[in-house]
């Protein structure tokens, strides 16, 4: 069964850096494509970065080029999302989410794909 859990959600400051964690689990994460979401209050879902079996991270956000990045650490099993200079804005649930899929494609992640409890980041001072 495939499962992922996020963790690493934390109140920070503007201009703070955190990292998020999506532990995964009935899949391998080297194995298909992974991608961290986040949704606000109020707004919908909004895609932020994807990384692939064998392509480079695919950044679906232009408002998180250079502030955030996507790894993985295929022993563990596990995907981060490591983010910096954070604002307001970027206050949401963080989801980590997979559809077993090779390639990283928004719409048919959402349509069929599988995602955590989330995590929130709140930037705020």
């Known amino acids: 069964q495939v499962q992922v859990v996020e963790s690493g959600g934390d109140l920070v400051q503007p201009g703070g850096s955190l990292r998020l964690s999506c532990e995964a689990s009935?899949?391998?994460?080297?194995?298909?494509?992974v991608t961290w979401f986040r949704q606000a209050p109020g707004k919908e879902r909004e895609g932020l970065l994807c990384i692939s079996r064998s392509d480079g991270p695919t950044y679906y956000a232009d408002s998180v080029k250079g502030r955030f990045t996507i790894s993985r650490d295929n022993a563990k099993n596990m995907v981060y999302l490591q983010m910096q200079s954070l604002k307001p804005e970027d206050t949401a649930v963080y989801y980590c989410?997979?559809?077993?899929?090779?390639?990283?494609?928004?719409?048919?992640?959402?349509?069929?794909?599988?995602w955590g409890q989330g995590t929130l980041v709140t930037v705020t001072t």
């Open positions: 989410a997979t559809d077993q899929g090779y390639g990283c494609y928004w719409n048919r992640l959402i349509a069929s794909g599988s």
């Open positions: 009935g899949f391998a994460v080297d194995d298909y494509a």
